[in-house]
């Protein structure tokens, strides 16, 4: 904790010595250090051994969140999501199902019936 304030000091002291934050010439200069959020990322696994399937992309610009991701369901099917969130409406999510499911079936289970006389 004391490394953090010693560090914090140092600049204060940085700062008031030159005149203030964005100081220089004449120490007037105005900086607005506050930029709304922007971001854009994406990715994507497929991964033949596993069967594992997915994917995701999403954007911020301020305070509105867009996306979707997509998911390989173990029937075989598709989930995909495609969501917005911001401070007016939340987060709102409309789903689908792409495909039909398939049931793998089932190795080695035997079912026995036993007749009681």
Known sequence: ????????????????ADGG???????????????PPHYNFEYKVHDPHTGDEKSQHETREGDVVKGYYTVKEADGTLREVHYTADKHNGFNAEVKRIGHAHHAPVYGYHHHHHHHY
Do not use: T
Request: proline fraction near 0%; hydrophobic fraction near 45%; aromatic fraction near 10%.
């Open 1 to 16: 904790m004391r490394q953090v304030l010693g560090v914090l000091s140092a600049v204060l002291l940085a700062c008031s």
């Open 21 to 35: 934050l964005g100081g220089g010439f004449g120490g007037h200069h105005h900086v607005d250090y506050y930029a």
